[in-house]
């Protein structure tokens, strides 16, 4: 079942790369911001889906359920962390845009599209890793 979320997430993935090289297409400011903030929804759907993923995959291992546990308790508490990291540091980029909001929001977007995207890779290395284990 998780090779087939994974595939289904390849595919989703390459759609919305697709979508964002239109974003920056000749448009107005409005139409690229909105279509910039759409893409942030995407990638964030696919986000969950790829946390839900990894959470799928500990819950098969063979490996005790405390110890599943532990690992969940401590990978939840750093995605928690990732997404406070992720929305300040974009947030933080968004200042150096021209005064004009629009553009503000569109930086604020391309980053958080970038950090999404690299934890998206995260947790699919993740999965990885732990099919790799004896027990995985």
């Not at 889906?49 to 990978?75: C, F, G, P």
């Not at 980053?111 to 732990?130: G, N, S, V």
Request: charge should be neutral; hydrophobic fraction near 35%.
């Amino acid at each position: 079942m998780n090779k087939w979320l994974t595939l289904c997430l390849a595919l989703c993935c390459s759609g919305a790369m697709a979508e964002e090289k239109n974003c920056s297409s000749d448009q107005s400011l409005e139409y690229i911001a909105s279509c910039y903030d759409n893409l942030v929804n995407r990638y964030d759907q696919q986000l969950n889906q790829a946390y839900e993923a990894l959470k799928s995959h500990v819950s098969t291992m063979r490996y005790d359920a405390e110890i599943k546990n532990e690992y969940w308790t401590t990978m939840a508490q750093a995605q928690r962390s990732w997404l406070k990291m992720r929305d300040n540091q974009c947030l933080a980029q968004g200042y150096f845009s021209t005064n004009d909001n629009s553009s503000g929001d569109i930086e604020i977007d391309k980053c958080m599209i970038k950090t999404i995207k690299q934890r998206i890779t995260f947790f699919r290395q993740e999965i990885a890793y732990l099919r790799a284990l004896p027990l995985g």
